[in-house]
């Protein structure tokens, strides 16, 4: 039976693959939770956001580590096969962030089609495209620098380890800043209440706060 | 009432993390997700094509 991977979890919290419908393949320390796959060709995306309420299921009821969608095993003894080569370091992976929860941080322009697209409408003249480029390039200057004040101001408020913390500024033409904060459960409330406060004092993005989810930023594929 | 920007980007956020983060056991065979250039693509869309009608009601 083709298998979907889920999420490891340690080997003594495996049980809760009964009540959620997987198949739990055990190695010594951790175990991973998959489902059956039986989708011909590619996945949907059904299947993408499917994939994301099962480890929120998974997660909901014990610590564990997600898997990037896609992942899947001709069958349970490939994946037992797959999983024995890194049980050490996803048991370590685990001990250290399966309680923690991610909390995902998006600052998006409001004003998001001001960058225009290079490859918008032909300029008429050469003069005409050189003052396009450099107009777009003081634009993108000027996000990059805004982008970057922001992410200080973020980290200041949410006071957090910076191991703890990843985040990457300007990835797509509509958003600032994409960050991700690994945190405690026990925190959720008072950082989304500060950051709620400082979405409030940065006018031109809007700002998101996402969670919690399991820990998908921090699970370090090798 | 939210726009489009706190509609659309937080989808895209989730599809980036659910596509690019997360364990990753060596090995197996990667499955491939019909349409998630489109899901990308079709919020880039979205974002841009109400930013276009925002910028011409504002110059009507």
């Known amino acids: 039976m083709t298998l979907l991977l889920r999420a490891i979890v340690a080997t003594e919290d495996a049980r809760v693959a ?13 175990a991973a939770l ?17 994939h994301h309420r099962v480890i929120q299921a998974i997660f909901g009821r014990v610590p564990c580590l997600p898997a990037r969608f896609g992942s899947v095993f001709a069958d349970a003894d490939a994946l037992g096969v797959r999983l ?9 992976q685990l001990a250290r962030l399966g309680h923690r929860c991610e909390l995902a941080i998006t600052c998006a322009w409001r004003d998001s089609g001001r960058v225009a697209p290079a490859t918008s409408v032909p300029a008429s003249t050469g003069r005409a495209y050189l003052e396009r480029g450099v107009a777009r390039a003081r634009t993108q200057k000027e996000r990059q620098q805004r982008a970057d004040e922001i992410v200080a101001r973020l ?14 500024t300007c990835p797509r033409p509509a958003v600032a800043v994409s960050m991700s904060a690994l945190v405690t ?25 996402q969670g919690p989810w399991a820990p998908y930023t921090f699970a370090v594929s090798e | 009432m939210r726009d ?24 197996e065979l990667t499955i491939s997700v019909a349409g998630v250039d489109l899901v990308y693509l079709g919020l880039s869309v979205v974002l841009s094509s109400v930013e276009t009608i925002r910028g011409a009601g504002a110059e009507i």
């Open chain 1, 34 to 50: 998959a489902s059956a796959w039986e989708t011909a060709g590619a996945a949907a995306e059904a299947d993408l956001l499917d």
């Open chain 1, 185 to 209: 459960r026990d925190e959720i409330d008072e950082l989304s209440s500060r950051l709620e406060r400082l979405g409030a004092q940065l006018p031109d993005v809007t700002t998101v706060v």
């Open chain 1, 84 to 92: 024995a080569l890194r049980e050490k370091d996803l048991a370590t």
């Open chain 2, 4 to 27: 489009a920007a706190t509609l659309d980007v937080p989808l895209v956020e989730l599809v980036d993390r659910l596509l690019n983060r997360g364990v990753v056991l060596t090995g």
């Open chain 1, 18 to 30: 009964a009540e959620l419908g997987l198949t739990a393949v055990p190695a010594t320390g951790v």
């Open chain 1, 155 to 168: 980290l200041g408020e949410l006071a957090v380890d910076p191991a703890f913390i990843r985040h990457r």
